[in-house]
Each structure stands twice: as C-alpha cells, then as structure tokens.
C-alpha cells in the first residue's frame, strides 16, 4: 500500500534517562512549555506512557529505537558483551558494528533520503 508522506522532514530527539513523571510535574507547574507544545502537536502518548522493550537499559533501548528491532533481533542486550576470541575480556556493547538489524537512518539513505545522526 502507497501512501502520501505528510511531510518532508522528521526529527527524533531522545533523552536517556528522561523521568516521564518529572516532566510532567514540570509541565504542570509552566517550567517546561516547549515540551508541552510538542506534546499537545502528537510527538508522545499524552499520558508520557513509555512503552519500551526489554531489557530497559541503555544500549538495547537506544538500538531499538535506531532499529525498530528487540533485543533478541538486534543483539544490544547490555552495556557489555564477552570479547569474540578472549574468553576474560569484555567489549563495549553500544556500537553499531555489532548491530544485527539494519539502522533507520540507512533505510531512509537507500531511499534516497538525506539523513543526519548527532552524537
């Protein structure tokens, strides 16, 4: 099924860490207005309801937003995994060499999209 985008351009802007229940705290007090804004235009559930996969720390969770795959899929399951060949060493986990699922940024590259990924 076709469909007609509607728009050019999407911006994806995540905080680790972010506390859903602080934000809205702030929120309501008027301390976070721009925010507010980008809630009330559709950017998230209203609620600031996280729906996330497993495990929830950092490096899978960020691997499956690029990605769009779980953990089992991508591979990200930690912030460190064993070492290929030394069995007493271990190796940094966020990095997307060792991802196994393909990142978003490429898909939209392939489609001849212009991508940008910051930090």
């Known amino acids: ?12 802007v995540g905080v680790d860490g972010f506390d859903p229940k602080f934000a809205k705290r702030c929120m309501d007090k008027g301390l976070m207005p721009n925010l507010k804004k980008y809630i009330e235009k559709g950017a998230c559930r209203e609620d600031l309801t996280m729906l996330g ?34 069995i007493d060493s271990v190796i940094y ?15 939209f590259a392939e489609a001849g999209k212009k991508t940008l990924v910051w930090h």
Do not use: Y
């Open 53 to 86: 996969g497993m495990p929830t720390v950092t490096p899978p969770m960020w691997t499956t937003l690029a990605t769009g795959a779980n953990a089992s899929t991508h591979g990200i399951t930690h912030f460190f995994a064993q070492h290929p060949t030394e």
């Open 93 to 107: 986990n966020l990095d997307s060499r060792r991802c196994k699922a393909e990142q978003l940024w490429n898909v």
């Open 1 to 12: 099924m076709k469909r007609e985008a509607l728009t050019n351009k999407i911006a994806v």
